[in-house]
Structure formats: C-alpha cells, structure tokens
C-alpha cells in the first residue's frame, strides 16, 4: 500500500511538472504576439486618425526623449508624432496607463494633443471596467467633454459641471471617470513639461 501511495505521488508530480513546462512553454510562444497585438493596437493610421483628425500616420518620436519620460514617469507608456500624407506633424499620441486605478484596475490610452495644444482626440487602448458602467469611458459623449480644450490646466471630476475643467462623472463609475481623468491629466503633464516646455499659451 504505502509503494502504491509512493507511486501515484510520483507520477502526480511528474505530470504537474509537465504540466507547469507546457505552460511556461506557450506563454513563451504567446507573449511576442500578444506584444505585438498591443503595438498595432496603438500605432496603425486608423489609430492616427482617431487620435489626431488628418493624420495618416503615427510614428516613432525622439527615443531618448522616450526614454528619459519613462524613467521619471511610471505611468507613461509611449509617445508618437501623427503626421499628415505630406509628413507633417498635425499632433503628438500621448499614451500612459492611469496615476488612478479604476474599478478594474489600470486604464490605458492614446490621447491626442494637437501642435497648438489642444485636445482633439483619443483611444483607450485597454481597461477592465464594469460592462455597462465603466465602459461608458469608450464612448463619444464622454470623451467628448475633454476634446477641443487646452492642456493649460489638469481637468477634475465633478457631478455639476460649472467651469472648462470641469467632467462630469459618469453615472454609477466614479472610479473609472476618475482613472480616465487621471490618465488624460498625465498625459496633459508629459505635453506641458516634455514637448511644450510648460510655455503653452
């Protein structure tokens, strides 16, 4: 008896062992694609378009810019140029994860910031937020609150909207209006001190 219990907790562990193998193993072969996935998510033209009307292209700023953003900002994720079909730059694709988490953790987007300093778009690239509530964060009316407004001061969530500042809470998500928010005023931020050197009119 105590040979067979021996036995089966040694062939239990070496299936669990196969087992843990097989499954490092595709997470291997699936983490470039999913990266991947990720990337294209955030730097095709239809995402140009979205973040920056006009542009047909986003591509690749300054990479030591990039990299000295990363270091002294955690929540930053990239930054692009959006360029039109004669290469010049309409708008900057701002992307950063949220300083506040939602209800379902990190909201990531793209937000558009035209060379003037103005909001003229947006893309949240992922979220885990509430089917129904939460997601209301993806649609046009209200991320319409923040488009057409200057990057001169960071924006504060609200129930009675009375000034330019001001959005207005999404019903029954305060947490994801707030995570939002936060994100587009981090990307606001790495406008104002890394691309317009804070002197924005």
Same mark, same amino acid.
């Given at each position: 008896m105590? $040979? +067979? /219990?021996?036995?089966? &907790?040694?062939?239990? @562990?070496v299936i669990t062992a196969i087992a843990g193998l097989v499954l490092s193993f595709s997470n291997d072969l699936t983490k470039d694609v999913?990266? *991947?996935? /990720? +990337?294209? +998510?955030?730097?095709?033209?239809?995402?140009?378009k979205v973040v920056v009307p006009g542009a047909v292209s986003i591509e690749e700023f300054d990479k030591e810019l990039v990299e000295k953003i990363k270091l002294e900002n955690e929540k930053f994720v990239d930054l692009r140029e959006c360029k039109d +079909?004669?290469? $010049?730059?309409?708008?900057y694709g701002i992307t #950063?994860?949220?300083?506040?988490? &939602?209800?379902g953790g990190d909201i990531e987007i793209i937000l558009g910031v035209s060379v003037d300093g103005k909001i003229v778009g947006m893309k949240v690239v992922s979220h885990s937020e509430t089917v129904g509530l939460g997601t209301g964060i993806e649609k046009p009316k209200f991320q319409g609150q923040f488009i057409g407004k200057t990057t001169n001061e960071q924006f504060i969530v609200t129930k009675s909207v009375t000034k330019e500042t001001d959005i207005e809470t999404? &019903?029954?998500? #305060?947490f994801s209006t *707030?995570? @939002? #928010?936060?994100?587009?005023?981090?990307?606001?931020? /790495?406008?104002? *001190?890394y691309i317009n050197g804070g002197n924005n009119e």
């Open positions: 105590k $040979n +067979e /219990i021996v036995k089966l &907790g040694v062939i239990l @562990f999913i990266q *991947k996935s /990720i +990337e294209a +998510e955030s730097s095709g033209p239809d995402v140009a +079909e004669n290469g $010049n730059v309409l708008g #950063t994860k949220s300083p506040v988490k &939602g209800y999404l &019903g029954g998500a #305060t *707030k995570s @939002f #928010t936060s994100a587009v005023n981090n990307a606001v931020e /790495i406008y104002n *001190k």
